[in-house]
């Protein structure tokens, strides 16, 4: 744990909590497409990432997901922070993006360290700061965005995200992250393929020019 530790974070904590973190850490190796953290749920530990991608969902009262941002390497959650505080269940839901690993934090442990360490409290600040953002950016992008537009918003997010022209992701997979149905995605998608952005394949679309 150590290495990776050292690796993401130890520009950001001082030693002794970078030691803390070492004491009661639990490294964690999820898979891609492997849920995290379910609506509902009670958690006990709050995530540090050291490698891959996670999507943060919401869910409406029909069971239709809206996907709110991505979580990578040097990130935490900060609504997971905001439920571990009160001790309520979550309204988040939390799936792997990309093969995955963490480092799970107890949740004991995150008001000792906002006492102690001035470093772990401008990271909590900032995590807040940088997810309400992205919240916000979502928000825009579904009231002031046309259809079209956030579809490609959603693709080179997806891009920058995996490092890859290939999205290996169904019309439906799409379809449900941006709270829409998928004739509508399949419509968009032809169109951009005709104008030759984008190459669909069986349950895969090939990037080709999406800047």
């Known amino acids: 744990m150590k290495d990776l530790l050292h690796a993401n974070y130890a520009h ?26 379910d609506i509902g749920q009670y958690i006990s530990a709050m995530p540090l990432l050291i490698s891959g991608a996670i999507k943060i969902l919401r869910e409406d009262a029909e069971g239709n997901e809206l996907l709110l941002y991505f979580l990578e390497k040097g990130d935490t959650c900060a609504l997971t922070l905001s439920v571990n505080r009160g001790q309520r269940k979550s309204e988040i839901r939390a799936i792997a993006e990309l093969d995955t690993v963490l480092i799970m934090i107890p949740i004991q442990k995150m008001e000792e360290w906002s006492s102690a360490y001035k470093s772990w409290r401008n990271f909590i600040f900032d995590s807040y700061q940088n997810r309400l953002q992205e919240m ?76």
């Open 12 to 37: 950001i904590f001082e030693p002794e909590l970078m030691q803390e973190i070492i004491n009661v850490g639990i490294v964690k190796e999820v898979h891609e497409g492997e849920l995290l953290m």
């Open 136 to 211: 916000l950016d979502t928000i825009d992008s579904i009231a002031f965005m046309r259809m079209d537009e956030r579809l490609l918003k959603y693709l080179r997010d997806k891009q920058k995200l995996t490092q890859s022209t290939s999205l290996q992701s169904t019309h439906q997979d799409i379809a449900y992250e941006m709270h829409t149905s998928r004739v509508v995605i399949s419509r968009l998608l032809k169109k951009l393929e005709i104008e030759g952005r984008i190459r669909i394949q069986r349950n895969k679309i090939e990037l080709l020019n999406i800047d």
